[in-house]
């Protein structure tokens, strides 16, 4: 499906999760946009400086090295790239004051779905390409006390090939995760934990896995607090509902 806004839209996706890129740069195909797509705030300021062919930037915040907010400091202070709108990816919800006030455009949370992305890109290339497009509908509240939002899943994919991989893909780079945050939580190295538990976030935000989300946040609050002991119950219980995450999805996919 071609996008009603423009064609020969370019995006930069600035995302440093494998299965983020792969998902959103799936989403933003249905459009017709190219993607280009950086994995550090370093990598995406070094395109630029080569080429500032974009109509949108889409920014992760939680990037390793220089993150979300410092890159798009550095693109608004830059005459060749100060004009391109840069979007906020957030796994938290937010304002639009808090985004406006750190010098993006505007921000999309990561929650798989498309017409909410779609809706956050074509209002600001609408003010750049003078278009008229068709209204998007706002997103429904996702519900939040299931394993997994199946319905959404299938409504996006619309297959079950193409969701079966978009699970092997979740779980590749999940249990990967929990795997280094295990051992940043036998050294304590509060840094990495909680780098950790940003990745797990966003990629259970777009896999719709609301009970991981949730579990994942009650472990950065319990570390916060720096109660060993609510942090291991916290840990155990991140464990517990990945695996009934697993369980859940094998019963409905075959992986």
Known sequence: MGSPVADDIRIML???????????????????????TATSGEAALDILAHDAEFQIILMDIGLPGIDGLEATRRIKQNPATHAIP???????????????AAGF?????????????????????????????????SPTEPPHHTDLDFETLY???????????????FFADSDKELAL????????DQDIILSCCHNIKGTSAIFTAHKLIAAVKNLEFCVREKNKTKVESAWQNLLATHESLRITVSERLTL
């Open 155 to 169: 409504a996006t994919y619309q297959n079950e090939e193409a969701l079966c991989r978009i699970a092997r893909a």
């Open 86 to 100: 840069v979007i906020a990816l957030t796994a938290e919800p937010a304002s639009d004051r808090d985004f406006l």
């Open 181 to 188: 945050l295990a051992t940043a939580m036998t050294k304590d």
């Open 14 to 36: 600035v995302e440093d999760v494998d299965f983020n890129l792969d998902i959103l740069t799936s989403i933003l195909a249905e459009r017709g946009w190219q993607t280009i």
């Open 105 to 137: 455009n505007g921000y999309a949370e990561k929650n798989f779905d498309p017409a909410q992305l779609f809706a956050a890109i074509e209002k600001h290339l609408l003010r750049g390409c003078c278009s008229r497009h068709k209204s998007i509908p």
